[in-house]
């Protein structure tokens, strides 16, 4: 499953909740996550690799998934990023299947303001 491209835009020490779903298979019936062996959202340096900046899992920073879930980063997961762009992505494995939720999309963090 191709996931959705969506760039996020983030301020430095700003808590940050994502939603994601519901998510609609190619015959357009919604994906049900529940039982997710892993679910992973991480930002990282570069696109497609590089180092990981902020990495969230199942009940850190992930809730348990269904036919929705959420990703929590608390200010001081976007405190510590320098301002510039970086990217994110998301997956969840069910019954041995990886969703790719969000494929690897620019992450973009703003200067504090403060």
């Known amino acids: 499953m191709a996931g959705i491209t969506k760039t996020a835009k983030v301020a430095q020490g ?3 909740i994502i939603t994601f779903g519901p998510i609609l298979n190619s015959s357009g019936s919604t994906i ?3 039982g997710a062996s892993s679910a992973t959202y991480r ?3 570069s696109m497609g690799g590089g180092s990981n900046m902020i990495n969230k ?3 850190s920073g992930i809730s348990a998934p269904t036919t929705t879930f959420t990703v929590t980063l608390s200010d001081t997961d976007t405190d510590a ?3 510039g762009q970086y990217w994110h992505e998301c997956k969840v494995v ?3 299947f990886t969703y790719q939720v969000l494929d690897p999309s620019p992450f973009i963090v ?3 303001a403060t």
């Open 57 to 59: 899992t199942i009940g």
């Open 110 to 112: 703003i200067a504090s």
């Open 14 to 16: 700003e808590d940050v």
């Open 32 to 34: 049900d996550f529940t």
């Open 94 to 96: 069910v019954s041995g």
């Open 81 to 83: 990023l320098a301002a």
């Open 43 to 45: 930002v990282m340096s």
